[in-house]
């Protein structure tokens, strides 16, 4: 993995971790008993990434329901913020120019 990915993915990580436990804290101070199930909490962060870019620009949007946070383009070592953002039809997507070699998007559910 190379470094701006990784460091793209460790950030998103320390976000999700964050909002994990600032949730938790505001229910623990409201004051109101919950049951808690046995169930893992679902991440309302998504990464979506593609492998390899084609001469397209590796057009990539979120699922329905779901906002697209942000969109990294990675070519080599470097990587830079997506070319171009579209809405089409209510949905926004990311495109990178035909230099990138894949593209890292982070959907989130509200």
Same mark, same amino acid.
């Given at each position: 993995m190379k470094l701006p990915t990784l460091a793209m993915a460790l950030i998103a990580a320390a976000v =999700? =971790?964050? +909002?994990a436990k600032s949730s938790k804290h505001e229910e623990a101070s409201s004051g109101v008993a919950t049951e808690q199930s046995a +169930?893992?909490?679902v991440s309302p962060v998504k990464?979506? +990434?593609s492998a390899t870019c084609a001469s397209d620009g590796c057009p990539v949007s979120c699922e329905s329901g779901d906002t697209l946070l942000s969109a990294i383009c990675v070519s080599g070592s470097r990587a830079r913020f997506a070319d171009t953002l579209r809405v089409d039809k209510g949905v926004l997507t990311a495109t990178c120019g035909t230099s990138a070699g894949n593209i890292l998007v982070y959907c989130g559910r509200p």
């Open positions: =999700i =971790i964050f +909002a +169930a893992v909490p990464t979506l +990434a």
